[in-house]
């Protein structure tokens, strides 16, 4: 399973941005998705993930209202829509995939950086 993460960029505080993940080598819909960030000097953290039907979301306290996760299945596609942007919402972005049965994520994206400027 290969992921591929694009969408980064340099945005002004306040602005917005989509990324996107695509998903080859296994069956996308057979997998729960997630966003993940790492900014220098921290730790990963988790963001947004969405389930392999669509319908269970979940988003990190310091995104909620302003980030919404989502997929096309027919695309093989996961989306972050990040909008109100904040200089500490800059990082490398990562998506993730994992099976429905298992609880880690084993499959990674190779990161887009999001950098926001005040």
């Known amino acids: 399973v290969q992921l591929q993460a694009s969408g980064g960029g340099l945005v002004q505080a306040g602005g917005s941005l989509r990324l996107s993940c695509v998903v080859s080598?296994?069956?996308?819909?057979?997998?729960?998705m997630g966003w993940f960030r790492q900014a220098p000097g921290k730790e990963r953290e988790f963001v947004a993930s969405?389930?392999?039907?669509?319908?269970?979301?979940a988003y990190a306290n310091s995104v909620e209202g302003r980030f919404t996760i989502s997929r096309d299945n027919a695309k093989n596609t996961v989306y972050l829509q990040m909008n109100s942007l904040k200089p500490e919402d800059a990082a490398v972005y990562y998506c993730?995939?994992?099976?429905?049965?298992?609880?880690?994520?084993?499959?990674w994206g190779q990161g887009t950086q999001v950098t926001v400027s005040s």
């Open positions: 080598g296994g069956a996308f819909s057979g997998y729960n």
């Open positions: 993730a995939a994992r099976l429905k049965s298992q609880s880690d994520y084993h499959y």
């Open positions: 969405v389930s392999w039907s669509g319908g269970n979301l």
